[in-house]
């Protein structure tokens, strides 16, 4: 006995099959991202890397997380430390780049420490959507650590956090 399908069965379960495959390629393209990210890391590829991270968005990111900081404390007393203030927010805005995110995350401790894993079964439970265009990954403590958004119809880390 063999079951047959009309033509629009077969149509409709082929268009089924394609949202499928849509829907999957979707939900896992920030991870895949984060996966590539990780593989770039470990074979030190500088250019691979600046094509995952918006260096730009994660430099104001870490600029607006040290001036956070600041707006609870009593404001500079002396000239020393406002300039060292201002000194430490334009560090943390100059260290966001290929070269230094490679040479701090080459090791895979700090890796570890951020989230950041090639194994995609590990970041299915480290990830959390936001909304369509947003997600952060966490480390295995549940610490926030990366946001990514999608831009232009790529995923790029535009956030980061090292607390």
Not at 60 to 83: C, I, V
């Amino acid at each position: 006995m063999t079951l047959k399908l009309g033509p629009m069965k077969k149509l409709l379960n082929l268009a089924v099959l394609i949202a499928l495959v849509f829907l999957g390629w979707y939900a896992l393209a920030p991870y895949r991202t984060v996966q590539n990210l990780t593989h770039a890391l470990e074979a030190e590829d500088v250019a691979a890397v600046d094509a995952y991270v918006d260096f730009d968005a994660v430099r104001l990111s870490l600029k607006n997380d040290f001036m956070q900081t600041q707006d609870g404390a009593q404001p500079p007393a002396d000239a020393f430390e406002r300039l060292s203030t201002s000194l430490t927010g334009t560090f943390l805005s100059l260290i966001a780049s290929p070269q230094s995110m490679v040479f701090v995350f080459k090791d895979q401790p700090r890796r570890d420490a951020m989230g950041l894993t090639s194994s995609l079964a590990t970041l299915l439970g480290r990830g959390r959507w936001v909304n369509a265009d947003t997600f952060i990954l966490k480390n295995a403590d549940n610490t926030p650590t990366m946001l990514l958004n999608r831009q232009n119809g790529q995923w790029e880390v535009t956030g980061m956090r090292f607390k």
